[in-house]
């Protein structure tokens, strides 16, 4: 197995978010001066000058790209971006630039102070979002909250921070990282939901949808219901060989 090189990657899914590439790389740069860190995009078949953006932010940071050559869904980037990383910790971002990098060193020095097996997830207190998107959040949250007992008022938040290794060892599905706290605490860890910042979009526009989710997520709750009945899964935690 590869060893990690970095204290820290930074996964990036994105699709068709051309515009916001530059300014969120300069952001992440900013807040994770003193990490030794990557920023892994994944670009889930965009159709606009985004490959050409990322190119372009390779000649000023550590990025790294990935590709998927049709549209995967968010869950699907994330799994490749952090199949890709090289660090030992995982920070996922929206790519809208919603999520801010500011938040970062905050949420890596709390789970660094840990000893067991945590996802810092964040928490949108102020949501600067459309009404119906916060309305369909919001009965979304209630509803998970209340079947699967994740413990997480906000698991939407593209803000999220976990150990590589725990991450691939959980159940790979479409729409997972929505569930990512009931995955995790279901692997024997636990969830601890940190407020973080929320800023509006100020460039392009949302390429996944609010309703389309909504309904899919039924069947996925139902999903993941089924796997907390099936017993947990248990994440083992490396550990040093005193031989």
């Known amino acids: 197995m590869t060893q990690p090189i970095y204290t820290l990657s930074v996964v990036v899914p994105v699709r068709n978010e051309a515009d916001n590439i530059a300014q969120?790389?300069?952001?992440?740069?900013?807040?994770?001066?003193?990490?030794?860190?990557?920023?892994?995009?994944?670009d889930d078949g965009?159709?606009?000058?985004?490959?050409?953006?990322?190119?372009?932010?390779?000649?000023?940071a550590p990025v790294t790209m990935r590709r998927h050559r049709v549209s995967c869904g968010q869950s699907a980037a994330i799994v490749t971006g952090v199949r890709a990383a090289r660090g030992t910790w995982i920070a996922t971002l929206d790519g809208d630039g919603q999520n801010d990098p500011a938040d970062i060193p905050a949420l890596l020095a709390r789970?660094?102070?840990?000893?067991?097996?945590?996802?810092?997830?964040?928490?949108?207190?102020?949501?600067?979002?459309?009404?119906?998107?916060?309305?369909?959040?919001?009965?979304?949250?209630?509803?998970?909250?209340?079947?699967?007992?994740?413990?997480?008022p906000d698991t939407g938040c593209g803000l999220k921070l976990f150990r590589r290794d725990a991450f691939l060892a959980l159940p790979h599905f479409d729409h997972m990282h929505r569930y990512l706290p009931a995955l995790f605490i279901r692997a024997g860890?636990?969830?601890?939901?940190?407020?973080?910042n929320h800023r509006p979009?100020?460039?392009?526009?949302?390429?996944?949808?609010?309703l389309d989710r909504l309904w899919v997520g039924i069947f996925d709750l139902a999903g993941v219901y089924w796997l907390q009945r099936r017993g947990n899964q248990p994440v083992v935690e490396p550990v040093e060989d005193g031989r």
């Open 111 to 152: 789970a660094q102070a840990m000893t067991d097996l945590v996802l810092i997830a964040g928490h949108r207190v102020t949501r600067r979002d459309t009404q119906t998107k916060r309305l369909a959040s919001r009965l979304a949250n209630g509803i998970r909250k209340r079947l699967l007992g994740d413990a997480t």
């Open 189 to 196: 860890g636990r969830v601890e939901s940190v407020p973080v």
């Open 201 to 210: 979009r100020t460039r392009g526009t949302s390429n996944y949808g609010t």
């Open 24 to 42: 969120l790389v300069a952001e992440i740069e900013a807040a994770l001066a003193t990490v030794l860190h990557e920023i892994v995009y994944v």
């Open 46 to 60: 965009s159709t606009d000058a985004t490959p050409q953006k990322l190119l372009e932010a390779q000649a000023t």
